[in-house]
């Protein structure tokens, strides 16, 4: 009898039906230890949900890093053997909106950096700086949060009939500003960086 390789969508998918508790993280990381730091990274987005849900309130640095500790020491999984922190997974949707309309860009751009499709390669260094001060770390940090492999919402994942996936390869950030149609003397502006 042969076993099946795991696939991550599905356990994040049961994961996040077993309760997502402390318990249960440290369940799913005992028995599918390639998967722990996005199961780590997939539990605070769920659990900044539920704080957003259960009273409005933005989450501070402080917060965030408390919270990726108390889910790292339940699982039992040190922070720099696991992938890198989601910067947007404690963001709710009024921060998104504020930081979207500060750096004046579209809401699709905003979600393809959330779901990490740009190439932060293509970024000019002046917006990656801009955009990683708005979210309270530093620009290292996003780029290294960008590098990570794209992906869907995990709102929209576990919402799917179907079985979705992220595009496979990451787009320029000009072709993004191009498919989002921002006007083109915005966005001259964009990749020049000047606001």
């Known amino acids: 009898m042969t076993s099946a390789i795991p696939d991550l969508d599905a356990t994040l998918e049961a994961f996040a039906e077993a309760g997502a508790d402390d318990a249960t993280l440290a369940d799913y ?3 599918y230890p390639q998967f722990a730091g996005e199961l780590i990274d997939f539990a605070q987005e769920l659990r900044a949900v539920e704080a957003d849900d259960a ?88 780029r290294a949060a960008l590098t990570a492999p794209a992906r869907l919402d995990p709102a929209m994942q576990y919402k799917a009939d179907g079985k979705p996936a ?14 989002a149609m921002v006007p083109a003397d915005r966005r001259a502006a964009l990749l020049r960086d000047e606001a």
């Open 29 to 31: 990381v005992r028995r």
């Open 55 to 142: 009273a409005p309130y933005t989450p501070d640095t402080a917060w965030e890093t408390e919270s990726w500790a108390r889910f790292a020491k339940a699982a039992g999984v040190a922070r720099g053997h696991a992938s890198v922190a989601d910067p947007f997974a404690t963001l709710n949707s009024a921060r998104q909106v504020e930081i979207r309309q500060t750096l004046d860009v579209p809401s699709m751009v905003f979600n393809a950096f959330r779901d990490r499709q740009v190439d932060p390669g293509t970024v000019p260094e002046p917006f990656l700086a801009r955009f990683a001060q708005l979210l309270s770390i530093a620009s290292q940090e996003l």
């Open 166 to 179: 992220a595009a496979a390869d990451k787009v320029a950030f000009a072709d993004l500003l191009d498919q």
